[in-house]
């Protein structure tokens, strides 16, 4: 019987190293990372299609009028979103997927499907999330203050997640995160068909009394 993979989201402040811990667990545990579209620039080393589609505002914006997206938000001046048809194909073929999104889209996705599992990604201290940003260089100090200052008003939301990640040092968090994933396969709901199954082989037992 196909077993449906499970739909992963992982949040968590800019700089916090979500990027980083997903490319680890795509690599050594074969995820399936869902390439979101956005309206905002490349940074250097990004290509169309591998770590987002760049999309024109227009575009993005037929992509929510032809309901092609799971959800989109509008994040420091740039739309983002999840087209839809990868992530339902994926989860279809019983593959497990991430989504790497923000917090808006993240309670969106919750409603729609209640059964992901949300996942809150944080440095250890806001310090080194101020050096992790700094040290990545990809941003000037302006949009580094904007992304610090969008982190004190995220972290209200972490209490609506399933599971608090704290990313110290990277090769345990992955391995974390790998736990997690895995151990959800065997949450209660997510086994009524071998409840169902096991339930009607006793009968046999019984009738047999
Ligand atoms: P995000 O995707 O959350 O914005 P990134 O994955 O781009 O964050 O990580 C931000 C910076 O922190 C990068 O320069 C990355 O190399 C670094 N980084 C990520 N995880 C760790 C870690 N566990 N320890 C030290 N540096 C890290
Ligand atoms: P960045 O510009 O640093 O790549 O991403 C900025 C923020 O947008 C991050 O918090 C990232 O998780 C989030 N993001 C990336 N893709 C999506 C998406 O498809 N939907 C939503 N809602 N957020 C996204």
Redesign the pocket.
């Known amino acids: 019987m196909n077993k449906k993979g499970i739909l992963t989201i992982i949040s968590?402040?800019?700089?916090?190293?979500?990027?980083?811990?997903v490319k680890e667990l795509v690599k050594k545990y074969d995820y399936k990372l869902s390439i979101s579209a956005t309206t905002r620039s490349p940074r250097q080393g990004e290509e169309h299609g591998r770590e987002y589609f760049f999309l024109t505002r227009d575009e993005f914006e037929s992509m929510i009028e032809d309901n092609q997206l799971l959800e989109w938000a509008e994040y420091v001046g740039n739309y983002y979103g999840t087209p839809k048809a990868y992530v339902e194909e994926q989860l279809e073929l019983g593959s497990h997927v991430i989504l790497?999104i923000e917090i808006q889209g993240a309670l969106k996705v919750k409603e729609q499907c209640p059964d992901a599992l949300l996942l809150f990604?944080t440095p250890p201290s806001a310090q080194v999330l101020k050096e992790?940003?700094i040290?990545?260089g990809t941003e000037n100090m302006d949009t580094i203050n904007k992304r610090l200052s969008r982190a004190c008003e995220e972290a209200l939301y972490m209490p609506d997640y399933d599971y608090i990640i704290v990313?110290?040092?990277?090769s345990e968090?992955v391995e974390e995160t790998n736990a997690i994933i895995e151990n959800e396969r065997n949450r209660t709901e997510r086994r009524q068909d071998f409840i169902q199954l096991i339930t009607e082989e006793l009968k046999v037992f019984q009738e047999g009394e």
């Not at 968590?12 to 811990?21: D, E, I, N, V, W």
């Not at 990313?167 to 990277?170: T, V």
């Open positions: 968590g402040f800019s700089g916090a190293g979500k990027g980083t811990l790497e990604v992790r940003l040290g990545r990313n110290d040092e990277l968090c």
